[in-house]
């Protein structure tokens, strides 16, 4: 069964970074679409990219596109989210992801437990 247990988040003022790491064990990711995703409090999960096997991600919003960057380290089964200049608006809960296949769903089955951001003006 795979665990994936995110850390790195916290409190950080307005333009400050955080990098989240999303540790797996159970499973090797290097062999299947890891994703990154945040919810923040009354609003709906947002996916912000995956990052495939290959370790290309694909497109992420406008919203964070420019300031986040998601990679992975397969020798230590990691993965990663660059977050710089961060924004009160960042402010959620973020949370890494896999459906355990090669691909990548939109809805995946496997969630880590999450960890809280908070981005203070």
């Known amino acids: 069964q795979v665990q994936l247990v995110e850390s790195g988040g916290g409190s950080v003022q307005a333009g400050g970074s955080l990098r989240l790491s999303c540790a797996a064990s159970?499973?090797?990711?290097?062999?299947?679409?890891m994703g990154w995703f945040r919810q923040a409090q009354g609003k709906a999960r947002e996916v912000i990219t995956f990052?495939?096997?290959?370790?290309?991600?694909?497109s992420y919003p406008d919203s964070v596109k420019g300031r986040f960057t998601a990679s992975k380290d397969n020798a230590k089964n990691t993965l990663y989210l660059q977050m710089n200049n961060l924004k009160p608006e960042d402010t959620a809960m973020y949370y890494c992801?896999?459906?355990?296949?090669?691909?990548?769903?939109?809805?995946?089955?496997?969630w880590g437990q999450g960890t809280q951001v908070t981005v203070s003006s």
């Open positions: 992801a896999t459906d355990l296949k090669s691909y990548c769903m939109s809805q995946p089955n496997y």
């Open positions: 159970g499973a090797i990711l290097s062999r299947y679409c």
């Open positions: 990052v495939r096997v290959d370790g290309r991600t694909t």
